[in-house]
């Protein structure tokens, strides 16, 4: 229970599986008659996870920088979370650089909105001023709404499981 809690979910489900003889991954085994539910796969296959999308917080990480060769750019991506419209005012993440999204070009033209998780190019007014232009010089950068800022850190909390039998080392690669 209490390594539930730390997940953040509202729903956890347990299913005992057997990694050595596949009980309970496709097909249901016999060595646990206690347990009554789906196997792994026909679980993985019906579980709900449309109404855990986030559409409110924006968070657009820039996976490519494209330039044509009159010297525009379009930033290209897959949105992570959120919306984004064109005339939408942006902010570039790290450098804290005011923009405003002119045009969302999708895989199949340009369309007026996009959300998570689809694949889209965002191209910016004003992207030879420096002040647009010098921001989004990198892939990895990530645009966000100004109300909305994603939060920066340096630092990682992570829960790792360990599948050796040596120990982990601290350091060690």
């Excluded at 820039?62 to 009159?70: A, G």
């Excluded at 939408?88 to 804290?96: F, I």
């Excluded at 990530?142 to 920066?152: D, E, F, K, Q």
């Amino acid at each position: 229970a209490g390594f539930a809690a730390r997940l953040e979910t509202s729903e956890v489900t347990f299913l005992p599986v057997s990694a050595l003889t596949g009980e309970n991954v496709v097909r249901r085994g016999e060595s646990a008659p206690w347990y009554q539910g789906p196997p792994l796969l026909e679980h993985l296959e019906s579980v709900h996870v449309a109404s855990d999308r986030n559409l409110v917080d924006l968070r657009f990480p820039v996976q490519c920088v494209l330039r044509s060769p009159d010297g525009g750019r379009a930033y290209a991506g897959t949105i992570a979370s959120g919306v984004v419209r064109a005339g939408d005012a942006v902010v570039v993440l790290p450098a804290g650089r005011p923009a405003r999204v002119a045009r969302i070009l999708g895989p199949s033209g340009e369309v007026r909105e996009a959300f998570a998780p689809m694949a889209v190019a965002v191209l910016l007014e004003d992207v030879a001023a420096p002040h647009v232009g010098l921001a989004l010089e990198q892939d990895g950068d990530v645009l966000c709404h100004p109300g909305n800022l994603a939060s920066l850190s340096r630092d990682l909390e992570a829960m790792l499981v360990w599948m050796d039998e040596r120990p982990l080392e601290p350091g060690r690669t």
